[in-house]
Structures are given as structure tokens and as C-alpha cells.
């Protein structure tokens, strides 16, 4: 199934929550609404117990575990900073459930040593155990799972691969991470990217000039290396801007109706499908 790993029951639990917090919201909203208009008293418009029955439900879905994955389907490759939050969007709609970003933050970063081992030349396998056993069933390029394309490819040889390029190409991806005295530089996973390329690499004392071209030379190296890589029936060079179609086509599923969603500085705001946003 292209739903992926995640429990039927566990599914049902988020549409419960997220439909009662829509709900409760509105309540309240009117409820305070009538207050402030003189038309019921504050005590006719506590929403305590609203908000107590919200807690219950929460804490109910937290109770379901997560399946772990049997495999990864899609394979991400490349950097973050390359509209790789929408194609995790994107995923989500189309019924997959996409690792991106977090899972090195999770629980107060205990899984990032196991990545920085990897880098260095130790086992994958420990971090593969991790993705598998938060459920998940496909990647993005985002770190640090869109480092490890190739391990992954190899791993999973039915899984499809997406070259996840930026939609102004090396330019926009140097844009984006220099941003901000160089704040787009993927904070909190400096070391691991240093071992992939030089551009966030700080020790290294370049000139901003020369980081500039360094940075854009690693972006197109990497993403020649995996169109060398990967057979052509499994992959897909593929940008945000290039919306649902040749994403869908790849996948072979149908091409939604919904919007296509561009975010971090495009039209969508949130995403409008449930992504993982468990820290804990």
C-alpha cells in the first residue's frame, strides 16, 4: 500500500485530534465572541472543559505506536535548502509517509551520532533501524537521509529514486544557505555535512567569495554523481516547480487536484497534510 507503515488505528487517532482541534478552536472563538458582546457571561463561555476533552484525545493518539517501516519506497537525493520541505508536503499527500530533517533532532539529538559514525565510515545499519522504526517509508534530500541516497538505492532495489534539484538550480541553493551571514547552513548538522561537502564546513577559513563557488560546486557535483548513479528507470531529476504531474506520473499514481504546495517563501503557509513533527 502506498499509505506505508502507519496503523490504521494510528491513522484515525490524527484525523480525530485534528478535527477536534479545529472544532474546540471555533467553539471557543464564538464562546468568547458572545462574552465580549454582553450576550453570555464569562462563566457560559469557559472553555476549560473543551480544552480538558482536547488533552484526553491527544494523549489517546500519543498511546498508539507508530508501526515500523518494512522498506523505503522513495529514495531523496541531494541537499536540503531545495524545496525539499514541499516534495515532503508533496509525499504526504500522495499517501507516503517521508522522513525529512527532524529525525537528528529527535528526542534531544540522541540519534545524530549514529549518523556521524556512518559518515565516517561505520555502519549504515544502525541508522537505517532508525528510520524503519519511526514508521517511516520514504525519504527526502533533506539531512540526513538525503545523504545516504545511495545506501538506501542499494538497500531497497525496488525503491524509485528523486534527484531533488533546487528550482533556480546551484544559484538558488547557494542563495538560500548563504542567506543571513550564511544562516541557512544547516544548523545543529554542520559536522555531518562537513563530511559530504565544504561549503557549511567553518573550520575550513574561507573567504565568503571563494564559500560561495565552493558551495556551488559541491551542489552540482553531487547531483551529476547521481545522475551517473542510478539507472535511469529509477529515476526522476525533479524540482518543486515542477508541481504534480512528472511526480505523480513517476509514481504512477493519479495527479491530485489539490494545489501544489510551495513552502518557506512560497503561497502555502503549513502544509495541508499531516507531516512528522515529533520531536520526542
Not at 476533552?53 to 489517546?60: F, G
Not at 560546486?217 to 508541481?243: F, Q
Request: aromatic share 12%; net charge neutral; proline share 5%.
Amino acid at each position: 500500500s502506498h499509505f506505508g507503515s502507519r496503523s490504521t488505528e494510528t491513522t484515525r487517532a490524527i484525523k480525530v485530534v485534528l478535527r477536534s482541534e479545529v472544532k474546540i478552536f471555533m467553539t471557543c472563538f464564538f464562546l468568547i465572541a458572545l462574552a465580549l458582546s454582553g450576550l453570555a457571561n464569562a462563566e457560559e463561555c469557559n472553555c476549560t472543559s473543551l480544552l480538558q476533552k482536547q488533552a484526553t484525545i491527544v494523549q489517546s493518539s500519543r498511546s498508539l505506536k507508530v508501526q515500523p517501516s518494512t522498506g523505503i519506497k522513495i529514495v531523496g537525493a541531494g541537499f536540503g535548502r531545495s524545496g525539499s520541505t514541499s516534495v515532503e508536503c508533496a509525499l504526504s499527500r500522495l499517501g507516503y509517509y517521508p522522513s525529512a530533517g527532524s529525525i537528528t533532532f529527535k528526542r534531544g539529538g540522541k540519534f545524530l551520532p549514529a549518523w556521524l559514525d556512518w559518515a565516517r565510515g561505520g555502519s549504515f545499519e544502525p541508522c537505517l533501524q532508525q528510520v524503519l522504526q519511526f514508521g517511516y517509508n520514504a525519504t527526502t534530500s533533506d539531512q540526513p537521509t538525503g545523504l545516504a541516497w545511495k545506501e538506501f538505492m542499494d538497500r531497497f532495489p525496488a525503491a524509485k529514486v528523486l534527484n531533488i534539484e533546487h528550482p533556480l538550480g546551484a544559484q538558488g541553493f547557494v542563495d538560500s544557505v548563504a542567506e543571513s551571514d550564511w544562516g541557512g547552513c544547516f544548523k545543529g548538522q554542520q559536522e555531518l555535512m562537513s563530511y559530504f561537502m565544504d561549503c557549511c564546513n567553518f573550520r575550513l577559513n574561507f573567504t565568503d567569495s571563494k564559500r560561495l563557488e565552493v558551495c556551488a560546486n559541491d551542489y552540482l557535483r553531487t547531483h551529476e554523481k547521481i545522475k551517473r548513479t542510478v539507472p535511469a528507470h529509477r529515476l526522476l531529476t525533479y524540482t518543486a516547480s515542477d508541481g504534480w504531474e512528472p511526480l505523480a506520473n513517476f509514481l504512477g499514481l493519479p495527479v491530485p487536484d489539490d494545489d501544489f504546495p510551495h513552502l518557506h517563501g512560497g503561497q502555502t503557509q503549513t502544509c495541508p497534510w499531516p507531516l512528522d513533527t515529533s520531536f520526542f
